[in-house]
C-alpha cells in the first residue's frame, strides 16, 4: 500500500486547511484499515489527528471541534479538513494506514505517505 499527501502548502490564519491522501494498492473500502491523518509541527513529537473506518470517524479530543475526514471511494481517496486555523497549525501532515486504532495514536502504523508541509501564516 502506498500513501501519497496533496494540498497547498501555506494557508492564511482563520482559513481551513484541505489535505487529500491517495491510496494505490489496496481499497479503503475493502481493507479493514484505519486511515489517518498525523502531524509533526516543528521540534514536537507526532500528534494523531482523527481516522476513518468503514465510512466512521474518529478525532483526536483536542481538534475534535475544527476537523473533518472524509473519503471519496470513486478516486481511493481520504481528505482532512482543518478549520479555523492559527500558526500552532503548521506542521508537517502526514497520512498513514494501520489496523489497530491505537497504534495510530501511539505514533506506530503499516504505513504512511512522506508527509506534506502545511505553514500557517498571513
Known amino acids: 500500500v502506498q500513501l501519497q499527501e496533496s494540498g497547498p502548502g501555506l494557508v492564511k490564519p482563520s482559513q481551513t486547511l484541505s489535505l487529500t491522501c491517495t491510496v494505490s494498492?489496496?481499497?479503503?473500502?475493502?481493507?479493514?484499515?484505519?486511515w489517518s491523518w498525523i502531524r509533526q509541527p516543528p521540534g514536537k513529537g507526532l500528534e494523531w489527528t482523527g481516522a476513518?473506518?468503514?465510512?466512521?470517524?474518529y478525532y483526536s479530543p483536542s481538534l475534535k471541534s475544527r476537523t473533518s475526514i472524509s473519503r471519496d471511494t470513486s478516486n481511493n481517496q481520504f481528505s482532512l479538513q482543518l478549520s479555523s486555523v492559527t500558526p500552532e497549525d503548521t506542521a508537517v501532515y502526514f497520512c498513514?494506514?494501520?489496523?489497530?486504532?491505537?497504534?495510530?495514536?501511539?505514533?506506530?502504523?503499516?504505513?504512511r505517505g512522506q508527509g506534506t508541509q502545511v505553514t500557517v501564516s498571513s
Open positions: 494498492g489496496g481499497s479503503i473500502t475493502t481493507s479493514y484499515y484505519y
Open positions: 498513514a494506514a494501520d489496523l489497530n486504532w491505537g497504534r495510530l495514536v501511539a505514533g506506530v502504523y503499516d504505513y
Open positions: 476513518i473506518y468503514s465510512g466512521s470517524t
